[in-house]
């Protein structure tokens, strides 16, 4: 199983704003997620949830207020450097290569992200996600959900502390999507942060224990509740 | 309003005696007569039209520096005119020389390195219609921008250097041999005049370019509510 | 990871996904050789005038061959969004941008390093005895040619009309390249050095203010 993450790190949004041109895919929104908890962003199409997300993987630049990770490595208590924490990042695109093999594809990110004996990792993270099989085939001859798999064993090649994720249900099969419940469920329990945005009530929705809503660029609602999360994730996927 | 108008007629009159000044001030030239008159417009035109460059590149290391689209807005402007300077450069060029030399044009270091960066120019201002996003647009084209200076410098290098076995006539001489005093007093004038042109069409053009933005914004505004 | 480590291993990718496929160095091959000969066609080949033109027209092809093998650099990556993978893994994103331009620089050099012996026979020019110096001046050039067309290429992929944009980009810029590589080209081959270690100097400055431009500004070419 997924041993625990040894530095638990938060997100912090303070004032995040994008704008693109004249239009605002964020307008100052500032958010608290502790570590170890799992959220979730739920809002129509164009609400800002992937802008968020891109914006906490540092892939995009915000035009204004600041995204920062604070953590701390629980027993001694010392605060890891938040330009340190790497999250793992999964999209829709899947962001491996089509040319390589599985293996190939994971033997790579290992390798620069610098992960100690990267072969026996990429084994082992294989054999998680139940590509052991197809480790040598090209993923351009993988299905959907084959690949999706391919994605989330790259996004946690590391074990972050963080994971985010957008929308990551697209395309899969109901067996794909209770797969993907139950490794999110072992990361949450491993205690990795987990921020994903989601379309609509669903077995992954349902690991979370805060649901944000956004609309047009800005935090709508946020809640714990249960009753009140239901009415959150209801509200989209229109 | 006021400040613009009163530039304005500030341009035209430098402009009209620096117009004045080559034709009745200086004396003719020995050689060339009347044509070489010429020389002041094209010369100071080639003055004004390198230091817009060099604005556009400043422009261009703040926008990537600080990002604000202030700079975009200065660096296009500035781009444009540099453009047109030099376009004016390379067409009264050739006007010149015919007459003067017998040809119309000739491969050397300065010339060719003047229509290169014209060339780069010219890609610089269609890269930015090729981009939609403002702030893609304006960080792209800043980052080609930054390259083409750069590479200008080399151009001139390279052909200076390497193409010396083919020698040219030096079609305008250097701006300050063989000058007698009016004839300097009169290109510096010139170039001063000129310099007063370009600073006057960037900052109309800059104005435009601001207005542009603002109505951008506002009509993203109205899209939204 | 380290940058020259990263590198490496990006390299290493950069590599195996071409010559798995070859369809980059195919295509290049074969495009310099379609220049080379329509080139021939518009002069006699054989004359001595075509001797002093041949190193121009040889770098001519190199240079449109390399407009175009080099616009899949980064549009591939966006097949998959790959990048983005990239950007999040590396320590220093130049790393990016010196594998490809490593690749590249390599590809270049097969091409011209192939094409060397089909271009001596078709403008009959003798390469012996200052093959070594061609090498310097090929790898020289290439070199200043994948850094300048790594660094447009990142650019020409998130704009319209990108095929025809590369190119357009390119070949203004490399000018500087095109003129003293051919020149030094033209001697070496002509037996004339003289101009040689001017060129040679002239090539690696080339190279250096473009790869500090490219270091520099490179991580900026990469944002979204």
């Known amino acids: ?33 502790a570590p170890g908890e799992c959220v979730v962003l739920a809002g129509r199409n164009g609400s800002g949830k992937t ?188 | 309003m006021w400040k613009r108008a009163i530039f304005a007629a500030i341009v035209v009159s430098l402009m009209g005696a620096a117009a004045y000044a080559s034709f009745f001030i200086a004396p003719t030239e020995a050689t060339m007569g009347t044509l070489q008159r010429i020389f002041y417009f094209h010369a100071a035109a080639a003055w004004a039209g390198m230091t817009a460059f060099s604005v556009t590149f400043v422009a261009n290391l703040l926008y990537v520096w600080q990002r604000k689209p202030r700079w975009d807005s200065l660096g296009v402007s500035s781009a444009e005119v540099g453009l047109a300077f030099i376009t004016t450069v390379l067409i009264t060029g050739p006007i010149w020389a015919k007459p003067a030399w017998g040809i119309y044009w000739t491969w050397d270091a300065r010339l060719t390195s003047t229509f290169v ?44 250097w390497f193409r010396t076995q083919h020698p040219a006539p030096v079609i305008m001489g250097d701006g300050n041999s063989g000058l007698n005093p009016t004839m300097k007093a009169t290109f510096f004038f010139s170039v001063l005049a000129m310099h007063v042109l370009m600073v006057f069409l960037i900052m109309e053009r800059n104005r435009l370019e601001k207005m542009r933005f603002e109505v951008d914004v506002i009509r993203h505004e109205l899209e939204v509510a | 990871m380290s940058l020259l480590a990263n590198t490496g291993v990006l390299l290493g990718k950069e590599l195996k ?29 054989l004359s001595d005038e075509a001797r002093r033109f041949g190193s121009g027209l040889l770098w001519l092809a190199f240079l449109f061959a390399a407009s175009l093998m080099l616009q899949p650099c980064f549009l591939r990556e966006q097949t998959n969004d790959t990048l983005s993978a990239l950007r999040l893994s590396v320590s220093d994103p130049f790393a990016i941008f010196l594998a490809k331009l490593a690749a590249n620089t390599l590809f270049l050099m097969v091409t011209e390093l192939l094409l060397l012996p089909v271009f001596a026979v078709m403008y ?101």
């Open chain 3, 124 to 224: 009959s020019v003798s390469v012996v005895g200052v093959l070594p110096w061609l090498v310097l001046v090929f790898f020289l050039g290439s070199l200043g040619v994948s850094i300048a067309g790594t660094a447009l290429s990142s650019i020409s992929a998130q704009a319209r009309m990108r095929e025809l944009l590369l190119p357009l980009l390119l070949l203004p810029m490399l000018t500087p390249i095109l003129i003293a590589s051919t020149e030094v080209t033209a001697a070496l081959l002509d037996r004339s050095p003289y101009v040689l270690w001017k060129g040679i100097g002239f090539l690696v400055a080339f190279d250096i203010v473009f790869l500090t431009a490219l270091w520099l500004f490179g991580e900026y070419l990469l944002e979204e």
């Open chain 3, 17 to 45: 996904t071409e010559f798995r496929s070859r369809e980059l160095l195919t295509t290049t091959i074969i495009f310099v050789i379609i220049v080379l000969v329509l080139f021939s066609f518009t002069f006699d080949p």
């Open chain 2, 117 to 160: 960066l014209w060339l780069l120019y010219i890609c610089y201002l269609l890269l930015r219609t090729l981009i939609e996003e403002p702030d893609r647009r304006a960080l792209l084209s800043a980052l080609f921008g930054i390259f083409s200076f750069l590479d200008v410098p080399l151009v001139f290098g390279a052909i200076r």
């Open chain 1, 1 to 33: 199983m997924t041993p625990r993450v040894s530095y638990p790190a938060g997100i912090r949004f303070e004032n995040v704003e994008k704008r693109y041109g004249g239009l605002y895919a964020l307008r100052r929104v500032s958010l608290d997620v």
């Open chain 1, 51 to 238: 802008t968020l997300l891109r914006i906490a993987a540092r892939l995009v630049r915000p035009s204004g207020g600041n995204v920062s990770y604070s953590g701390s490595s629980g027993a001694s208590g010392d605060e890891k450097p938040s330009d340190r924490v790497r999250p793992g990042f999964v999209a829709h695109a899947t962001m491996v290569y089509d040319e390589l093999s599985a293996e190939e594809n994971l033997l790579l990110f290992a390798r620069l992200q610098g992960v100690e004996r990267p072969k026996e990792r990429v084994a082992a993270l294989l054999e998680e996600v139940s590509l052991t099989e197809r480790r040598r085939s090209l993923v351009r001859t993988f299905s959907r959900g084959m690949r999706q798999r391919v994605a989330i064993a790259r996004a946690i090649l590391t074990q972050p502390s963080v994971l985010l994720l957008d929308e990551p249900v697209t395309g899969l099969d109901s067996q794909g999507i209770a797969w993907l419940a139950e490794t999110l469920r072992g990361m949450r329990n491993a205690g990795c942060t987990l921020l994903m945005s989601l379309h609509g009530e669903s077995e992954i929705s349902a690991l979370a224990t805060r649901g944000i809503r956004l609309d047009a660029g800005s935090v709508v609602d946020d809640t714990s509740a249960g009753a009140a999360m239901s009415a959150v994730l209801a509200g989209a996927g229109e």
